[in-house]
């Protein structure tokens, strides 16, 4: 079948379509939500001025640019004067929204849940009493936030500026710590977030792990790889000739559950099968042998990642 032209175009036209859809199939990977919290309370330091912690810090880890989704919850608010409260929040590489200021008033509000996220319906309101619920960010006057704020350098969201939480923190990278400055404009009234924030930030979860170390039990043959993993998921190793095998050193296992953090993989020889007598052969004969390893990771909700290691193994 030899220069049959006719076949060569359609065969490239195959390979194109099958590049497409590999590359409309990754694009349809949806960006996952992850919920970061600290429930530490944020108290006032007196009737006005920064309220404490300031700033109040989340430390995100385990996720892969770029952001598509930012958004913010403060924990059962109380105030006898909204209004004179204006919180900003901070990216780890310092973009900054002032996402509330000067809402709700000077009627008394307490224990509520706000949630600040642009898709809401409607912005925080000017007036109040203001309820608990979800809004756009809303800032009715300026906010220069007492340093280690941001002093007037942030965005403000409409109606004083024209920022969202998307214009200020998507596409960046989600990882490192955000900090949330909450600062009391007014005297006489006080405040209190009892309940502390958290952000819901949707990423991709992150699939990259490392081998950091690698340790070897050389009178069984036995070699334990030290993977550190982002994410909660699934982890799985094999290779020619090669088993994982359990901490108990029974049950050969294709995969296992994850937390983040580093998981230990054992391997040795297969003691059947062509591939695995070949090692074991190998092994005894020259006390060493080197394989080639796939080691796969899966965080939950996330795609396999999948990379070669090599990896010798010694049996003395
Ligand atoms: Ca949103
Ligand atoms: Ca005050």
């Given at each position: 079948?030899?220069?049959?032209?006719?076949?060569?175009?359609?065969?490239?036209?195959?390979?194109?379509?099958?590049?497409?859809?590999?590359a409309a199939l990754l694009a349809a990977v949806p960006a996952k939500a992850a919920?970061?919290?600290?429930?530490?309370?944020?108290?006032?330091?007196?009737?006005?001025?920064?309220?404490?912690?300031?700033?109040?810090?989340?430390?995100?880890?385990?996720?892969?640019?770029?952001?598509?989704?930012?958004?913010?919850?403060?924990?059962?608010?109380?105030?006898?004067?909204?209004?004179?409260?204006?919180?900003?929040?901070?990216?780890?590489?310092?973009?900054?929204?002032?996402?509330?200021?000067?809402?709700?008033?000077?009627?008394?509000?307490?224990?509520?849940?706000?949630?600040?996220?642009?898709?809401?319906?409607?912005?925080?309101?000017?007036?109040?009493?203001?309820?608990?619920?979800?809004?756009?960010?809303?800032?009715?006057?300026?906010?220069?936030?007492?340093?280690?704020?941001?002093?007037?350098?942030?965005?403000?969201?409409?109606?004083?500026?024209?920022?969202?939480?998307?214009?200020?923190?998507?596409?960046?990278?989600?990882?490192?710590?955000?900090?949330?400055?909450?600062?009391?404009?007014?005297?006489?009234?006080?405040?209190?977030?009892?309940?502390?924030?958290?952000?819901?930030?949707?990423?991709?979860?992150?699939?990259?792990?490392?081998?950091?170390?690698?340790?070897?039990?050389?009178?069984?043959?036995?070699?334990?790889?030290?993977?550190?993993?982002?994410?909660?998921?699934?982890?799985?190793?094999?290779?020619?000739?090669?088993?994982?095998?359990?901490?108990?050193?029974?049950?050969?296992?294709?995969?296992?559950?994850?937390?983040?953090?580093?998981?230990?993989?054992?391997?040795?020889?297969?003691?059947?099968?062509?591939?695995?007598?070949?090692?074991?052969?190998?092994?005894?004969?020259?006390?060493?042998?080197?394989?080639?390893?796939?080691?796969?990771?899966?965080?939950?909700?996330?795609?396999?990642?999948t990379e070669k290691h090599r990896v010798k193994l010694i049996k003395k």
């Amino acid at each position: 079948m030899r220069g049959s032209r006719g076949n060569a175009p359609r065969a490239r036209n195959l390979v194109l379509t099958l590049a497409v859809s590999a590359a409309a199939l990754l694009a349809a990977v949806p960006a996952k939500a992850a919920v970061f919290s600290n429930p530490a309370p944020i108290v006032p330091r007196g009737d006005e001025g920064p309220m404490i912690p300031y700033p109040s810090t989340i430390q995100v880890s385990g996720l892969t640019p770029p952001v598509s989704d930012v958004n913010i919850t403060l924990n059962q608010l109380s105030s006898t004067y909204p209004s004179e409260l204006g919180l900003v929040l901070v990216a780890p590489a310092g973009q900054a929204l002032m996402f509330m200021r000067a809402v709700g008033s000077g009627d008394d509000v307490s224990g509520l849940t706000l949630t600040f996220d642009d898709e809401a319906a409607t912005p925080a309101p000017v007036l109040g009493p203001l309820a608990g619920g979800t809004y756009k960010p809303a800032a009715y006057a300026e906010g220069a936030f007492t340093a280690p704020g941001p002093g007037l350098l942030h965005g403000n969201a409409a109606p004083e500026g024209i920022d969202t939480l998307a214009s200020r923190f998507d596409g960046i990278d989600p990882n490192g710590s955000w900090r949330l400055f909450v600062e009391d404009f007014d005297s006489s009234d006080m405040g209190t977030i009892a309940g502390g924030w958290s952000l819901d930030i949707a990423a991709p979860f992150s699939n990259s792990f490392s081998v950091d170390r690698v340790k070897r039990k050389k009178k069984k043959g036995i070699v334990i790889l030290f993977v550190t993993v982002p994410n909660p998921g699934q982890i799985g190793v094999r290779g020619n000739g090669i088993k994982p095998i359990e901490a108990s050193g029974a049950t050969a296992r294709a995969s296992r559950s994850v937390t983040p953090g580093t998981v230990k993989l054992k391997i040795k020889a297969k003691k059947k099968g062509r591939k695995g007598r070949r090692l074991r052969r190998r092994l005894n004969r020259k006390g060493k042998a080197r394989r080639k390893l796939e080691i796969s990771y899966t965080p939950t909700g996330g795609t396999t990642n999948t990379e070669k290691h090599r990896v010798k193994l010694i049996k003395k």
